[in-house]
């Protein structure tokens, strides 16, 4: 199992330890951490200065000027002088660190909104490429309850205000930047998956070998005319010495009942749960607050959200920002899940890339 050691700054890479990975043996990777190792968040996060500020108010000034659309921007519209060493840092601290990193202190109030939205899409493309999110198009997501509910298939959870499983999102780092809490509860839910792997394979290796084989995954009605309405990937996968790991979330469970997906068999259904409850054991809540942007490695972590109340007023109501960013140089794996949705998010025939400033709420 991986040895708990105490973290004191975001930048753990420079002294962390990856040994090659091998099929159903323990794995060391530097991502492999405790929910006690992380506990103090301020020990391990970054905290934008005055400095930061300016150098992502100029990038704004830099795309306007340039006239490029939102989700065209990549990282050469928008150029950025000691902050951008600050990213290059964060990227390596996703690959080779502990996976993840908190920035805090964005003054998200100060900034007009699409000038906010510049600046998040300008900010992410110093760590990889925009993707789409969902059948729209948006690289720009929003995570909002406009009154989705989670129970149905093709909802995605990210639309309801429910507790959602523990999963893995459809790109190599996922981003997502507080702009409003919630009335109560809704506290970010994070987990490391080697660590998870680690304590599966020492307790029930056998189900562990199961999450090496392929599971059916939902792709919530969002497919091109002819494409089957999900795709077949295992939970653990082996690379080059890398293993990288798929959360159980509901994308598995909301396949169950599609044309030509098989039920889970009765080992299936028990290394999913037994899966699950592991996750629980080693999971960290972490409170968002405005102006918090948490980054994350979606093959070595794992994410959630606690369920929550919201206010009755609109624009009170709580409001994460999401990018999904594809790293075309990260963490080796295999090209089948670099070339599909994994690697390129939810792409749609005739769908163009747009980055809305804001989605309906629930009424």
Known sequence: MTTMTTLTDFRSFSKSTRASARPLEPVIDPAGWTAEALADVDSWSYRITAADVDQLRAGVIAVRTKGVALAEIVKADFPLGTFGEVLADVRRELLDGRGIVMLRGVPVDDFAREDLAIAYLGLGAHLGQMVSQNGEGHVLGHVK????????????????????????????YVGLLCLKTSKSGGAS??????????????????????????????????????????YKAPMFVF?????????????????QGLPGVPLFTDLQNEAIATYRAIISEFALDIEF???????LHNYVMLHTRRAFDDWDEPERRRHLLRLWLRDDNGRPMPQSMRDGILGHGVRLDGVPLIAPLDVAVAA
């Open 289 to 295: 607050r405005p102006g918090d942007i948490q980054f």
């Open 145 to 172: 309850d406009i009154g989705g509910d989670y129970s149905d298939p093709n909802t995605r959870g990210y639309l309801t205000k429910a507790e959602m499983n523990f999963h893995s999102d459809s790109c190599d």
């Open 239 to 255: 690379h080059e010495g890398y293993l990288n790991i798929r959360g159980p979330g509901a994308f598995v469970a909301k396949a």
């Open 189 to 230: 839910r994070i987990a490391s998956s080697i660590t998870i792997y680690n304590a599966l394979l020492e307790r029930r290796p056998d189900l562990a070998q199961v999450l090496t084989e392929d599971f059916y995954w939902t792709k919530h009605d969002e497919v091109n005319p002819g494409e089957e309405p999900f």
